[in-house]
């Protein structure tokens, strides 16, 4: 009964603090002039310093991007959004770059802090943030590099030092563009080209920070990268660019994590993250995505639209993606693989919940070129309040792809009788040599396994979220174990008031 | 005055729609600013009519017989609809022929479109407590382009058994749509059978009203070179308690290319709705194509809806097996690819009339072999 106690003491924990990353933290800010213009972008370039050829690249983007139309084809409404009433940066007075821990304003630090994340690596180690630990018991723990983004600015990257014993790159997108320019030149929009989509496109234009990361040849990373990302500021959009590149044989897990503070108006989030996998290697991307979502009349909230891609240029490489999406008023998010190299093989594991007046249209695409690629895509909807939950995705087996698989489950739970849930796959194959099998589901919580939870001392609230948890339990099981436990929590929380 | 010839198939297709009024002149105007469904269109995304039609010109027609005399109704409808087909069926003829069998059972109607771009339309009614099977056959001469509209209503307590047989000639376009409508406790079964053409495209938009309401579409196409068949459904689960059962099975040989898009929007009020959707495509050979999408879009919470879909080969150990039993390959091939497309065929009640599409599928599957 250890398990049925711990479920309902989560739940106790979670009546207090429902969007518990609400706060806001006062740092004096200094922003670029409200609007998109050429001057922005000039704006954004000259604060990260950056060379010549970078600025021309993000001119080039935003010319391309006055020419395009916001896509409208998501099954998500919206009014229409002013780009012109966002402020496309906003960094703290103090300055955009810290040579040390020790520079970084302290109420940013205690930001992070209140979020769970320790910056300084002497904390980490000893756990200081993790309370009553010994040290001892925190040495076990496995330790996590840390990028932390606040607004338009990393503001601290842990365990720099280690990593590059290991030969690992591990920094942020403003210094390597400055420290590996090569690199950057090379691979950047080489996954996510600058005219993608209209918001990929917006995001080449303005991109303020993000994370980068090299993993040589044969490297395995010796700890998990992650990169947490804070929107602060009011009015403020967060535009981030991550680019990961994994050579021949390397493997590197990274995960992902954000929130923002509770406001009445919509903020932008429009990300570009972009995985190269070479021969032999391997990527594991993790996300727990816990914006604001909006209050339950659906006012504020962010809006997140994101293009992420993965690349598997090499034979045998792999790219996984699992999320949790259970943040944000309005999700448009399909990450993809394309698998290019022979034998690769790609997989996305997907939650989303939606509840109050979320809508979300997420999925993958799965573009098969090489032979004998192979990619299975689990993806679990629950919808609850008013919310709509949309699966969109794309398998393509193309003509030389011989000896494709494909294995694709979306299962869809409706909670409450004021929500939707939608299904929209695309299946194309061209050729005889594939196999290709997709199911799809859509049921209510069962009765009778809620009745029996009732009947073993449940609340009906305990009940669903147990019930909840056994239905994403597979794709949960993707995620590395310090982010399992925070996604359980999360799902509480946000299912939380959809019974009854 | 001169008359101007129209040098394309829009043109030829909006030539009779000049000083149109009502809905009828709506329709026109739009689709003159639209012009004809091209892959950028969602719904048409695997099927080009624009580009498929490409040539046809001349005002053709459609030669209609049917085994009882028809009446003749008018049409009423909203240019804005979201059925472009069906639309333009309905829109190219004046007067609807129509059809409420009372002392009847078997309704045998056969569609020929001649050479030339035509319309043609029908309606269907199932009486209260009547049960009916209605025979459609469809084919054409080449060079055609022809949009044909069959609707159907089914009023509570009929039961329509509908068998389709779409024998098009390979140069030729057809869109045949169908807008039914289930009242409760009426039944439709529906197979459609489908070789394919240049492009055809068999398209059902049907309502259901719940209330035991129970609807059946099932549906086997095989295209061989340079076919293309494309089978789209839309159902709409309007009340509680209905009952959808669907199943597409087909092939793609020699270049053919199957397309099957199904969508099922379930309506907050339609609770306790029981529908599952399959599709099984098999591709037999390089260069042939299958595409599927098949959707789920859900507003009740207490429902049971599933949908499947699998795109493979043949089963290269059943033909090993069946070889070691002493059948030539060709012969196991043509086997198994009948006994996969049969299943689709289950529903047809009328024993004769299955034995008259399993030979005609039987033949067609010998070029394949």
């Known amino acids: 009964m250890v398990a049925v106690k711990e479920t309902i003491a989560d739940v106790k924990r979670l009546e207090s603090d429902k969007y518990k990353y609400g706060f806001t933290t006062e740092v004096e800010q200094e922003r670029a002039p409200k609007g998109l213009s050429e001057e922005t972008v000039r704006y954004i370039s000259a604060k990260k ?14 010319k391309r991007w006055l020419e395009m ?35 970084v304003p302290p109420e940013i630090l205690a930001d992070f802090e209140r979020l769970g994340i320790p910056l300084r690596e002497q904390e980490v180690l000893l756990g200081v943030a993790g309370a009553a630990e010994t040290a001892a018991e925190a040495r076990e723990k496995p330790r996590v590099a840390v990028d932390a983004v606040f607004d338009s600015v990393s503001v601290a990257t842990t365990f720099k030092a280690e990593l590059a014993k290991a030969g690992v790159i591990f920094m942020s997108i403003s210094e390597a563009i400055r420290e590996h320019p090569e ?21 080449c234009a303005v991109f303020s920070d993000g994370t980068f990361v090299y993993v040589p040849k044969g490297v395995r990373c010796p700890m998990e990268l992650s990169t947490y990302f804070r929107m602060n500021a009011e009015g403020t959009g967060q535009f981030e660019r991550t680019l990961i590149i994994a050579e021949e044989g390397s493997y590197v897990s990274y995960l992902e994590g954000c929130t923002a503070p509770m406001r009445d108006e919509n903020q932008l989030h429009a990300a570009v993250v972009e995985l190269v996998a070479m021969d032999d290697a391997e990527i594991k991307y993790s996300t727990v995505q816990n914006w604001w979502p909006g209050d339950e009349n659906g006012k504020g909230g962010v809006y997140n639209f994101v293009t992420k891609r993965a690349d598997c240029r ?9 999320q949790v ?41 799965m573009i098969h070129l090489g032979k004998n690629t192979r990619s299975r895509i689990i993806s679990k ?12 995705g794309l398998v393509s087996i193309h003509a030389k792809a011989e000896g494709a698989r494909n294995f694709t489950q979306c299962d869809s739970l409706l909670i409450g009788d004021q929500c939707g849930a939608h299904t929209v796959p695309y299946i194309e194959c061209k050729t005889p040599k594939a196999q290709l099998e997709h199911e799809a589901t859509t049921t209510k919580l069962a009765e009778d396994q809620l009745f029996y939870a009732r009947q073993r001392g449940l609340d009906e609230e305990t009940a669903t979220a147990l019930l909840v948890n056994g239905f994403v339990r597979e794709v949960l099981q993707e995620l590395p174990m310090e982010f399992a436990v925070e996604a359980q929590q999360l799902l509480k929380v946000s299912l939380e008031g959809s019974v009854g | 005055m001169a008359v101007i010839e129209p040098t394309n198939a ?6 009779p729609f000049k000083g149109a009024t009502g809905w009828r002149g709506d329709f026109a105007a739009r689709l003159k600013k639209d012009g004809l469904p091209t892959r950028r269109d969602e719904d048409w995304k695997w099927s080009d009519v624009a580009r498929a039609t490409k040539g046809i010109t001349g005002a053709g027609k459609v030669q209609f017989r049917s085994s009882v005399n028809p009446e003749w109704t008018e049409v009423r409808r909203a240019a804005d609809q979201d059925f472009f087909a069906n639309l333009l069926a309905f829109a190219g003829v004046m007067n609807v022929t129509y059809f409420e069998p009372r002392n009847l059972t078997v309704l045998d109607l056969d569609f020929r479109a001649l050479k030339g771009v035509s319309q043609a339309a029908a309606t269907i009614v199932g009486a209260p407590g009547m049960s009916v099977r209605v025979h459609e056959h469809y084919s ?33 376009v057809l869109l045949l749509s169908s807008g039914v409508t289930v009242h409760e406790t009426g039944e439709f079964v529906q197979t459609v059978i489908s070789q394919g053409g240049k492009l055809v495209r068999h398209e059902t938009q049907l309502h259901s009203a719940g209330g035991g309401a129970k609807v059946t579409l099932n549906a086997a196409y095989l295209v061989g070179k340079g076919a293309h068949a494309d089978l789209t459904t839309r159902v709409n689960m309007h009340g509680p308690d209905g009952k959808l059962s669907q199943l597409t099975k087909g092939i793609a040989y020699g270049g053919g290319h199957g397309v099957f898009q199904g969508k099922i929007h379930v309506k907050r009020e339609a609770q306790k709705t029981d529908a599952r959707m399959t599709h099984k495509g098999m591709i037999i050979d390089e260069k042939s194509e299958i595409d599927a999408k098949p959707e789920l879009e859900i507003y009740a919470d207490d429902v049971e809806c599933a949908h499947g879909n699998a795109i493979g080969t043949l089963d290269e150990m059943a033909l090993f097996y069946m070889q070691q039993r002493g059948l030539p390959e060709s012969e196991a091939r043509r086997l198994l690819v009948e006994s996969f497309l049969d299943e689709a065929l289950a529903e047809i009640t009328h024993e004769q009339t299955a034995a008259t599409i399993r030979g005609l599928m039987s033949k067609r599957l010998k070029d394949l072999v």
Do not use: H
Request: hydrophobic share 35%.
């Open chain 1, 69 to 103: 139309r916001e896509p409208d084809w998501a099954k998500v409404n919206y009014p229409k959004i002013d780009y012109q009433d966002i402020y496309y940066y906003a960094e703290p007075s103090s300055g955009a770059k810290y040579e040390s821990i020790d520079d």
């Open chain 1, 49 to 62: 310093d950056e060379p010549r050829w970078m600025l021309d690249w993000r001119l080039e983007a935003y």
């Open chain 1, 325 to 365: 999406e259970t943040g944000s008023a309005i999700t448009w998010k399909y990450p993809s693989c394309i698998l290019r190299g022979d034998n690769s093989v790609g997989e996305f594991y997907s939650v989303a919940v939606t509840n109050g007046a979320q809508q979300a249209d997420t999925g993958t695409k």
């Open chain 2, 10 to 15: 829009l043109e030829q297709v909006l030539l």
């Open chain 1, 183 to 203: 690199l950057v030149k090379k691979y950047l929009a080489s996954v996510v080209p600058t005219s993608d989509n209209y918001f990929a496109t917006l995001n």
């Open chain 1, 314 to 322: 090499g034979k045998n490489s792999k790219v996984s993606w699992t």
């Open chain 2, 140 to 172: 054409s001469e080449a060079q055609a382009f022809s949009a044909i509209g069959v609707d159907y209503v089914v009023w509570p307590g009929a039961r329509v058994e509908r068998v389709i047989l779409i024998d098009e000639a390979p140069e030729s």
């Open chain 1, 381 to 392: 909807g629950i919808s609850a309040g008013r919310s709509d939950n949309t699966y969109r």
